[in-house]
Structure formats: C-alpha cells, structure tokens
Nanobody
Framework: QVQLVESGGGLVQAGGSLRLSCAAS????????MGWYRQAPGKQRELVAR???????VYADSVKGRFTIARDNAKNTVYLQMNKLQLEDTAVYYC????????????WGQGTQVTVSS
C-alpha cells in the first residue's frame, strides 16, 4: 500500500523560509510525477508545484521565483523549498504522487500545515 508522509510544516514569519519533505513508500514502481498542492480555508485545493521523473517542473504563478521543488528518485522523496513566504501562502500543503502502471493511480499525503504570520 502506497503511503506518502509529509514533514516540515510549521509557523514562520513573513519573509521566512520552510522546507517540506514527502517520503513515499509501498510502491515497487517509481512515480511518474510528484508534487505539492495546497488548500487555504474556504478555497479550493490548488497546484503549487510538480516535478516529473525526468526533472521537468511546473509552478503556480504565485510561487514562481520563491519556491523550488526537487526530488530524489532513489529515495522516492520530493521536497519543496519555500522562500520569501507571504501571508497568502498560509494553507495545508498536500503531497501528491502519480503512477502510470496499467492505468493512472494518484496518491495523497495527509497534509501539513504551513502558517505565515505578520
């Protein structure tokens, strides 16, 4: 059974930095894509950043130049380095992994809270 375990969330002042990690286990196959989504109170879940197995990345416009996604394929781990955090970055951040083996399977972590204070 695939599990995604996130860590690294917390409380930080505006302008500060945090690094999120997500370790995947239980899969005999590597994931085609891994990424991070977030959901703020009263808002829909949105893509923050995504990275393919080959290293291609996609970022939300709101985080470009501030956040960096990276992955360690050998460890099935994805990271999100968040710099210059803003109040509007406050949300629950969810790790996501997509695997294409006899169909598309998508997996989610339990979420980690990121709170940015003024």
């Amino acid at each position: 059974q695939v599990q995604l375990v996130e860590s690294g969330g917390g409380l930080v002042q505006a302008g500060g930095s945090l690094r999120l990690s997500c370790a995947a286990s239980g899969s005999a196959f590597s994931f085609n894509a891994m990424g991070w989504y977030r959901q703020a109170p009263g808002k829909q879940r949105e893509l923050v950043a995504r990275i393919s197995g080959g290293g291609s990345t996609v970022y939300a416009d709101s985080v470009k130049g501030r956040f960096t996604i990276a992955r360690d394929n050998a460890k099935n781990t994805v990271y999100l380095q968040m710099n210059k955090l803003q109040l509007e970055d406050t949300a629950v951040y969810y790790c996501n992994a997509v695997r294409i083996v006899a169909g598309v399977s998508q997996y989610w972590g339990q979420g980690t809270q990121v709170t940015v204070s003024s």
